[in-house]
């Protein structure tokens, strides 16, 4: 049996290149110059004497997170200098014109093939429709003037619904046109004797699908409050401390939950995920107190008890903690609002208990037209009695009224790049934070310097329930599943179990301890 330390590990002691690692892999790398972040903080106070017990203090605390570490991607999904944009709005409006026309692709029948009018390939000059050279260069190899003939746009993606779908003008989603079209099942176009596009017409090291992450020093954060601090020292058995702050927290480094390093939307404008911090508490209300009840020897009342009567009568105190705040924050993501703005929106946020039993965050109304209008789609009528059938864009079911949180791609708002549409990130706050801690104390004193102490405590004496959007121990939550009947319901409460062992409700405990 070896003894000793562990051998060292077999690592290469130089960089071997070419990578040949596997084509979904991702690729790190560390700036050379990469610096330990740090946090600059300040404060200023003032402090007035209210009475000989109670001060009143009033203080701003400020600090700034410089050079963070930061991640980013640069293998952004490019649409824009390759022309896949500028040629998916002409493969929109081939769509739109074909279901206007009911035309199908050559060589179909539009009886026997149901829904073949859902198609963007080009009909020819005079049809309203357009020669899509880089589409058919990927879906059949043609390149040159094999575009501009109509007969030659005969491949079934022209039709397949994975691609028509990203031209709903409801909803339009280029960037998904182009990821498919990006995909692995079309890199024979771009590489071998055959190809027809460059290697990285999508992506810049298209052969590190898992990503090609830089790190850098480009996080920040940013934090500035307002205290208003009350504090008694003990006297005449009362102490108190009470505070309100005021505040707001704002980086750019936290992308999702699970993210070590944030992941701007875009290398096109950085500044499209600075926001809320997953930790910003705008409105904070905290305070605790001890009270000694003023009866029993050397108190204000039956000050000279002894025996049972001090026994039963004196002794006796009150404590609390209590803390008022605002909601943690969730994230909607990339979505545009209807009928409403984002102020209208967090007013109403709230704890709506509803017939099925559950909780939601959101009223009905806005949770229901959310949800319909996320379902949408190019809806496609079976033939009947032989007739061909019938296609046109709109709503599975009924169409949204009033106000409701729309996908990003609403009012036909095609994005070149995420977040170029509707809020690039919206982030609300949840319902609001109420905890109250209160206890019974009792005292029982043997000499000057010993006494048993009584003790009960109750956590959360009122029970209140503070639900949460999403998991409590998650560091930034989201609001998702616009298209299901579930949206906006809430399924947790406040808890903590890492330390206190805080189920989140109310908890009775008793404690006994002699003092000395």
Known sequence: MRQGPVAPGAFPASPVYPNTGLITDGVN??????????????????????TSDTVLEVRYIGNRGKDLWRQYDLNELNIVENGVYSEWKLAQQNLLANIAANRCQAGLNPTA?????A????????????????????????????????????????????????????????????????STAFDNRRTGAAAIFPYNHFLV???????????????????????????RRMSRGLLVQA???????????????????????TLRDFDLRRGLAPFDITHSIKGNFIYELPVGRGKTFLSGANGLVEGFLGGWGFNGNIRIQSGNPFSLGNVQLVGMDQKELQEAIGVYREPDGFIYVL???????????????????PPAGGNPSTVAIGYTGTAPTGRYIAPSGAGNCAQQYSGACGYANLVLKGPSFFRSDLSIVKKVKFTENTNLELRGEFLNAFNNINF????????????????????????????????????GGRLVQLVVRFNF
């Open 363 to 381: 009223p009905k109304d806005i949770r229901d037209n959310t949800v319909r209008a996320a379902n949408l789609g190019v809806l496609i009528t």
């Open 113 to 117: 093939n149901s829904g073949c009018a």
């Open 243 to 265: 505070n309100y702050t005021f505040g707001k927290a704002i980086n750019n480094t936290y992308a999702s939950s699970s993210a070590v390093f944030d992941q701007p939307n």
């Open 29 to 50: 790398q560390f700036l050379p110059n990469l610096k330990v972040g740090y946090i600059n903080s300040w404060t200023l106070s003032f402090q007035r004497e209210l």
């Open 205 to 231: 090291n298209a052969g590190k699908r898992g990503g090609a992450f830089v790190v850098d020093n480009s996080g920040r954060t940013f934090y500035d409050a307002m205290t208003v601090e009350v504090r």
């Open 468 to 503: 949460l959007v999403g998991s409590a121990g998650a560091d930034l939550n989201s609001l998702g599943g616009f298209t299901s009947s579930a949206f906006g319901r809430m399924t947790q409460g406040y808890q903590d179990l890492s330390t206190t062992n805080d189920p």
């Open 119 to 182: 198609n963007f390939a080009y009909f020819g000059p005079g049809t309203g429709t357009s020669p899509l050279p880089i589409t058919l260069g990927y879906f059949q190899g043609l390149t040159g003037a094999a575009a501009a003939v109509a007969g030659n746009y005969t491949n079934a993606n022209f039709r397949s619904s994975t691609y028509y779908n990203t031209m709903n003008p409801l909803n339009p989603s280029a960037l998904t046109f182009g990821a498919n079209l990006s």
